[in-house]
C-alpha cells in the first residue's frame, strides 16, 4: 500500500463516519449506551450506574489513535515494546491530568479536559523519551528517535482528538454559542450547519438551557480540522519530512484551540482569557523550543508495510483490546446522571 492511499483511505472512514455522526449524535437516544442495575431499593426498582456514548466513542478514538501511533514508530523501526511502553507511561501521566487540570480551572470534581491532558503530555514527553534511551542505552539498544517520535505523539493526538470531539456530540459538551449570539457573517456560514440538541440530560440543556436551540457546531468543525490536519502531517511523517509534520499539527490544533474558544458557551473558567487559551499558545511556543534544542537531522525513511505488521501481532492486539476497555470504562461511567429500572416477565412467553 502507498502512503497516499493509506492516508486517503483513513480520510474517506473518517468522512464516513463524521456524516453519520454530525447528523445523528446531537439526538436523545444517542446518550446513555447502557444502564446496569447495581442497588435495590425498598419499592422493587433498582438503581443503575449509566455508561455512555461519550465513553465508547472515547474509547474508540483513543484506541484507534494508539494504533496508528504502533503503526508510525514501527514504521521507523521503534520495537513495538518501546512504543506499547511509551503510550502506557503517557497515559499513565495523562489520563489522571485530565480531571486535574478541569478541577483545577474550572472547578469541577466530575468532568475532564482533553486541552488539559494534551498540555501536561508536551511538557512532560520529552523527559520521558530522554529517560527512556537512557534505559535503552544501558541495555545496549538502539535509542528512540526523538523527533519521529514526538512527531508521531502529536499527529496521532491530533486525529485522536478530532475523532474524540464526535463523543462531546453525543454528551452534548463542549458545545457552541447560540447563533444568535454570534456575528452576522458566522450566522450566515452556520445557518444551514449548525447543532441542535435534544434531551434533558445533555449537559447543553442542564447546564446552559440551550435544549432545541441552533449552536455554533463547534465539537464538528474542531473534529473535521484535526483530523485534516492529522492526516495531512501523516502524510508528511510517512515521506520522511518530521519537523514540519510536527510543527504542522501542534500550531495548528494548538491555535485553533486558543481562537476556537471564543466560539464555545460552556464554562471555559474565570476570565476573558481561559486557561486553556494560554495552555494552546504556550503550547505552540513550547513546541518551538523543543524542536530548535534538538537535532533534528535524523535520518530515517518511514516504511509503512512494516509500520502496519507491526500492529497485526497476538500481543498488541490484545494490548489495545485491554485499553479499549479500561478508557471506556473511566470515560463512559457516568458520574452526573442516575437511572432507575425495573424488571417484569412476558407472561404469555412463560
Request: one cysteine or more; aromatic letters at 12%; a positive charge.
Amino acid at each position: 500500500m502507498s502512503n497516499e492511499a493509506f492516508v486517503l483511505s483513513l480520510g474517506i472512514l473518517f468522512v464516513a463516519f463524521a456524516t453519520w455522526a454530525f447528523k445523528q449524535l446531537p439526538r436523545e437516544g444517542w446518550q446513555i449506551l447502557a444502564s446496569v442495575p447495581i442497588l435495590k431499593d425498598a419499592s422493587g426498582r433498582w438503581h443503575g450506574l449509566n455508561f455512555t456514548y461519550y465513553g465508547l466513542l472515547t474509547a474508540n478514538a483513543l484506541v484507534l489513535s494508539a494504533a496508528l501511533l504502533i503503526v508510525l514508530l514501527g514504521a521507523v523501526n521503534v520495537p513495538t515494546s518501546v512504543t506499547l511502553a511509551i503510550v502506557l507511561v503517557l497515559l499513565l501521566i495523562c489520563l489522571p491530568a485530565a480531571k486535574w487540570v478541569a478541577r483545577l480551572v474550572e472547578g469541577k470534581n466530575y468532568t475532564f479536559t482533553v486541552a488539559g491532558a494534551f498540555f501536561v503530555g508536551m511538557f512532560v514527553t520529552p523527559f520521558v523519551l530522554r529517560v527512556l534511551n537512557a534505559m535503552l542505552g544501558r541495555a545496549q539498544l538502539d535509542a528512540v528517535p526523538v523527533i519521529p517520535t514526538l512527531a508521531a505523539l502529536v499527529i496521532v493526538s491530533a486525529i485522536g482528538e478530532g475523532l474524540g470531539r464526535v463523543a462531546c456530540i453525543s454528551f452534548g459538551c463542549c458545545y457552541g454559542k447560540p447563533l444568535a449570539h454570534v456575528h452576522p457573517t458566522l450566522r450566515r456560514v452556520f445557518g444551514k450547519w449548525n447543532f441542535v440538541f435534544s434531551g434533558q440530560m445533555k449537559k447543553i440543556s442542564y447546564a446552559s438551557g440551550m435544549e432545541g436551540r441552533e449552536v455554533v457546531p463547534i465539537q464538528a468543525v474542531t473534529s473535521i480540522l484535526y483530523v485534516a490536519v492529522g492526516l495531512l502531517a501523516t502524510l508528511l511523517f510517512l515521506r520522511g519530512v518530521f519537523v514540519f509534520a510536527f510543527i504542522l499539527a501542534v500550531v495548528t490544533t494548538q491555535g485553533w484551540r486558543s481562537l476556537s474558544e471564543v466560539l464555545r458557551a460552556d464554562h471555559r473558567g474565570s476570565g476573558k482569557i481561559s486557561a486553556y487559551q494560554v495552555m494552546g499558545f504556550i503550547g505552540i511556543f513550547y513546541s518551538i523550543i523543543i524542536v530548535a534544542g534538538l537535532d533534528t537531522n535524523e535520518n530515517v525513511l518511514p516504511n509503512l508495510i512494516v509500520g502496519i505488521n507491526a500492529l497485526w501481532r497476538p500481543e498488541v492486539v490484545l494490548f489495545l483490546q485491554g485499553l479499549w476497555a479500561m478508557v471506556f470504562i473511566v470515560f463512559g461511567k457516568s458520574m452526573v446522571t442516575g437511572s432507575q429500572i425495573s424488571f417484569h416477565l412476558y407472561e404469555d412467553r412463560i
